[in-house]
């Protein structure tokens, strides 16, 4: 059974471009975590998917958007890049039972960005 | 606002010792609280949780106690071993049946084992 899985690896883009992160959840989840991972702190959350629509956000400006699709796979855009979008975006996994979701979170290996 | 701080950012502890990793926390509505350990180059990989409605969980060589009074977790690792050295840290929900809709991660603690 694999994990989740998060795609490409590495990416390196300049300011201004746009960037679109990709992720697919473990096997039997439903619900997608984004977070911004910079080095040397703690993973940010940026929002959260669930039944195809965004059921949580954090403090991340409107150029952060994102989507999931009827397979629960989904995607991370980031328009107009800044150098300070560099970071490890990471992904994490979990079902929801109903409600409220205490379920753990899976994370993925995450997508090294870099804005040069 | 939100905001969890751990009180050291590096550990180092002898093989076979235990280890605490502390977390504060600033959010009294959170109730659920996780810790996770993330290896490097990979992901945070979860250790143990504790809803709001309970002082302690212990699972295996590993304790969480959470003390809302002075809003405060900790992990305690029991007879450490290589493997554990990692960065460890601490996520709160931000807010009651939250559930993990919206974690508010801390800095991280280096663990070190020395063997």
């Known amino acids: 059974d694999a994990g989740v899985t998060q795609s490409p690896t590495h990416l390196i883009k300049t300011r201004g471009q746009q960037v679109t992160l990709r992720c697919s959840p473990k096997s039997g989840h439903d619900t997608v975590s984004w977070y911004q991972q910079a080095l040397g702190q703690g993973p940010q959350f940026i929002f959260q998917?669930?039944?195809?629509?965004?059921?949580q956000r954090g403090n991340f400006p409107d150029r952060f958007s994102g989507h999931q699709f009827p397979n629960y796979s989904s995607e991370l855009n980031v328009n107009a890049l800044l150098l300070g979008d560099s970071a490890l975006y990471l992904c994490?996994?979990?079902?929801?039972?109903?409600?409220?979701?205490?379920?753990?979170?899976?994370f993925g290996p995450g997508t090294r960005l870099t804005v040069l | 606002g939100e905001s969890v701080g751990l009180h050291l950012p590096t550990l180092s502890v002898q093989e076979g010792d235990n280890s605490i990793i502390n977390c504060a926390y600033s959010?009294?509505?959170?109730?659920?609280f996780i810790w996770y350990k993330q290896e490097s180059g990979k992901g945070p990989q979860f250790i143990i949780d504790i809803r709001s409605n309970m002082d302690k969980r212990q699972g295996q060589r590993v304790t969480v106690l959470l003390n809302k009074t002075v809003k405060h977790l900790s992990l305690q690792i029991a007879a450490t071993q290589p493997g554990d050295s990692a960065v460890y840290f601490c996520?709160?929900?931000?807010?009651?049946?939250?559930?993990?809709?919206?974690?508010?991660f801390g800095t991280g603690t280096r663990l070190t084992i020395i063997p």
């Open positions: 994490a996994s979990s079902w929801t039972s109903g409600g409220a979701s205490y379920n753990e979170q899976f």
């Open positions: 996520a709160e929900n931000g807010g009651p049946n939250f559930g993990n809709e919206k974690l508010t």
């Open positions: 959010n009294s509505a959170s109730d659920y």
């Open positions: 998917y669930y039944e195809e629509e965004e059921r």
